[in-house]
């Protein structure tokens, strides 16, 4: 069998490399990977990590992901939505804080109301902010045309998770019904990279029932999709959800969490050039999950700006850090501990993905 360190020579990677590094079980061999991909990281983005600033919006949502804590049929979860005077305070709130870039995340609704809502809330964030302010939504599966009158509006990117590339996995963790499709979901995401967003995707890592194989998989079609941007981190249970149930057949949160650094970093060793956030979950697992994930390969992080009172209602998984912080602690919090492992937080940096702006660079010159 090759060795690690052979493989981390190789200028392309095999699936069965792929495999091989996601499998590292030793700590010499993983500490190895972690380096060149965060070497991979430091030489193609220096050591800088852009900042978007997340406002979990509103809670309500048509769907029942297995997984998640805010799915509709969770009673014990009370609803809210925020109004556009209070997100447009956050935007306010991001503009002082030099934040040039915002999520607006929320559960999914797919009606004319909500529709229309987003359209005239994009407008009046870049009313305010100015149009080179930066939205990326998060808002699950909509119509080729509500994808087209978000772009239009304003928004520049989208993130939608694919949860798992593999079809019975992913059947596995949803209801089977019409509105929890895998190829529906697929299609979603190919549309909003055909629309001309800066397009995001990712999935939960230890998921029960998901394989090595599976991982090596969702990197592989990550890749394939040429995708920009990539948020992805451990499956963690949330006691009111029907998977929480399958919690013998999941592993131990160490090995998701060090499972999930390697997936960052084979997925920076494939991708060089998109952007990789590394996410709450690791930090929920580990106080200083969030860095290590940025020494493993992520160039990204998302503050939350959502006001605690509503933090606490969206809560995807128990344990969510950061929840009895305020905002400014927060950042200022945020700025000491990246200083700290020697990166540097770039604020009024938009910090769009590399690989987004050479992908259109050569789509532009096969149609001119
Ligand atoms: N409703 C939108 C966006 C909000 S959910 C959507 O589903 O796309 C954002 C992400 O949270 C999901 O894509 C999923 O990957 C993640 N998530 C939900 N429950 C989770 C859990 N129990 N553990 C880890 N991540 C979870
Ligand atoms: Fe709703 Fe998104 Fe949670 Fe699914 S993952 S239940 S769509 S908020």
Same mark, same amino acid.
């Given at each position: 069998m090759?060795?690690?360190?052979?493989?981390l020579?190789r200028?392309?990677l095999?699936?069965?490399?792929?495999?091989?590094?996601?499998?590292i079980?030793n700590?010499?061999?993983q500490?190895?990977?972690i380096?060149k991909?965060?070497?991979?990281?430091?030489?193609?983005?220096?050591?800088k990590?852009?900042?978007r600033?997340?406002?979990?919006?509103s809670?309500?949502?048509?769907?029942?992901?297995?997984?998640?804590?805010i799915?509709k049929d969770?009673?014990?979860?009370?609803?809210?939505?925020?109004?556009?005077?209070e997100?447009?305070?956050?935007?306010?709130?991001?503009?002082r804080n030099?934040?040039t870039?915002?999520?607006?995340?929320?559960?999914?609704?797919?009606?004319?109301?909500?529709?229309r809502?987003i359209?005239?809330?994009?407008? *009046?964030?870049k009313k305010? *902010?100015?149009?080179?302010?930066?939205?990326?939504?998060?808002?699950?599966?909509?119509?080729?045309?509500?994808?087209?009158?978000?772009?239009d509006?304003?928004a520049q990117?989208?993130?939608?998770?694919?949860?798992?590339?593999?079809e019975?996995?992913?059947?596995?963790i949803?209801?089977h019904?019409?509105?929890h499709?895998?190829?529906?979901?697929?299609?979603?995401?190919?549309t909003?990279?055909?629309?001309?967003?800066?397009t995001?995707t990712?999935?939960?890592?230890g998921?029960?029932?998901q394989?090595i194989?599976?991982?090596?998989d969702?990197?592989l079609?990550?890749?394939?999709?040429?995708?920009?941007?990539?948020?992805?981190?451990p499956?963690? !249970?949330h006691v009111?959800?029907?998977?929480?149930?399958?919690?013998?057949?999941l592993?131990?949160l160490?090995d998701?969490?060090?499972?999930?650094?390697?997936m960052?970093a084979?997925?920076?060793?494939?991708m060089?050039?998109?952007?990789?956030?590394?996410t709450?979950a690791?930090?929920?697992?580990?106080?200083?999950?969030?860095?290590?994930?940025?020494? *493993?390969?992520?160039?990204?992080?998302?503050?939350?700006?959502?006001?605690?009172?509503?933090?606490?209602?969206?809560?995807?998984?128990?344990?969510?850090s950061?929840?009895? !912080?305020d905002?400014?602690?927060?950042?200022?919090?945020?700025?000491?501990r990246?200083?700290?492992?020697?990166?540097?937080l770039?604020?009024?940096?938009?910090g769009?993905?590399?690989?987004?702006?050479?992908?259109r660079?050569?789509?532009n010159?096969?149609y001119?």
């Open positions: 090759k060795t690690v360190a052979n493989i020579t200028k392309e095999s699936k069965h490399d792929v495999v091989r590094l996601l499998s079980s700590p010499d061999d500490h190895r990977l380096k991909a965060y070497f991979v990281k430091e030489t193609i983005v220096g050591k990590v852009y900042l600033g997340l406002i979990e919006f809670n309500q949502c048509r769907k029942n992901c297995l997984y998640c804590g799915r969770n009673s014990n979860v009370t609803r809210y939505s925020m109004s556009d005077d997100i447009l305070q956050l935007v306010e709130y991001a503009l030099q934040l870039d915002i999520v607006l995340q929320s559960g999914e609704l797919d009606n004319e109301r909500f529709t809502r359209t005239s809330l994009i407008r *009046a964030i305010v *902010a100015g149009t080179d302010f930066r939205i990326t939504l998060s808002l699950g599966e909509q119509s080729k045309d509500t994808y087209q009158e978000w772009f509006a304003g990117r989208y993130l939608l998770r694919i949860e798992t590339s593999n019975a996995l992913y059947k596995k949803h209801p019904d019409e509105v499709q895998f190829r529906v979901r697929l299609k979603c995401l190919e909003i990279q055909k629309t001309g967003y800066q995001g990712g999935v939960m890592i998921l029960p029932c394989t194989d599976n991982l090596a969702d990197l079609f990550i890749k394939h999709m040429d995708i920009d941007m990539v948020g992805m981190g499956y963690l !249970e009111d959800t029907p998977l929480s149930l399958y919690k013998e057949a592993m131990p160490v998701r969490y060090n499972l999930s650094l390697r960052i084979v997925l920076r060793l494939l060089p050039y998109i952007n990789i956030a590394s709450t690791l930090q929920s697992i580990f106080p200083m999950g969030r860095e290590q994930g940025l020494k *493993a390969g992520a160039n990204v992080i998302m503050p939350n700006l959502t006001p605690v009172d509503y933090r606490k209602k969206y809560l995807l998984y128990e344990n969510k950061c929840l009895d !912080e905002d400014d602690p927060c950042l200022e919090c945020l700025r000491k990246i200083g700290l492992i020697g990166e540097e770039m604020f009024n940096n938009h769009d993905s590399r690989h987004f702006t050479q992908r660079q050569v789509t010159n096969i001119i």
